[in-house]
């Protein structure tokens, strides 16, 4: 059984910056696509970006490109999610989630979440 767990989220300043973690345990990870979400107060799940288990394929939400990293390392079983340049709306709780296709839109393992907040 394949297990998510997320670090990193926290407080911080508009225009500030955050790195969130994913550790995956249970499964082969290199086998895996892998993505983050996020689900903001009194809106539904978004993706916010998601990276092939090889990592030749991204993808990046429109209200993210530029400002947000997704990279993983298969040598440590964990997929990253650098945030700069930090808006109150990238408010939310941030979860990551893994799946044998990443291109599938209904993912099959998914982390708690870890709260991230921007002040403005």
């Known amino acids: 059984q394949v297990q998510l767990e997320e670090f990193g989220g926290g407080l911080v300043q508009a225009g500030g910056s955050l790195r969130l973690s994913c550790v995956f345990s249970?499964?082969?990870?290199?086998?895996?696509?892998m993505g983050w979400f996020r689900r903001a107060p009194g809106k539904e799940r978004e993706s916010v970006a998601a990276?092939?288990?090889?990592?030749?394929?991204?993808y990046y939400d429109d209200t993210v490109k530029g400002r947000f990293t997704i990279s993983r390392d298969n040598a440590k079983n964990t997929v990253y999610l650098q945030m700069n340049s930090l808006k109150p709306e990238d408010t939310a709780v941030y979860l990551c989630?893994?799946?044998?296709?990443?291109?599938?839109?209904?993912?099959?393992?998914w982390g708690q979440g870890t709260q991230v907040t921007v002040s403005s």
């Open positions: 990276i092939s288990s090889s990592g030749d394929f991204i």
């Open positions: 989630a893994a799946d044998l296709n990443v291109y599938s839109s209904k993912y099959l393992y």
């Open positions: 249970g499964r082969t990870f290199s086998s895996y696509g």
